[in-house]
């Protein structure tokens, strides 16, 4: 099975800005970021594991079913 990835050049402005936003809290929990402003390539480097992302949708979005971010799987 492949890597999951997403290029932020098939993002527009608004979902640019909510995928970085996101990205740069789930890095922030891992200890990774120690710039606070980075470029596109910075943001294409960054790797976040399943586990991160399940522990970090349950506390933003407290209305999705547990189940339901559990199934999220590579």
Do not use: K
């Amino acid at each position: 099975m492949r890597q999951l990835s997403l290029h932020v050049s098939a993002l527009n402005d608004a979902e640019y800005d909510l995928f970085t936003t996101g990205l740069s809290d789930l890095v922030l929990l891992n200890d990774f970021d120690t710039h606070g402003v980075h470029d596109d390539a910075y943001y294409e480097r960054v790797s976040v594991g399943v586990r991160e992302v399940r522990a970090w949708l349950r506390g933003r979005y407290p209305y999705i079913l547990a189940a339901d971010i559990d199934s999220v799987s590579l």
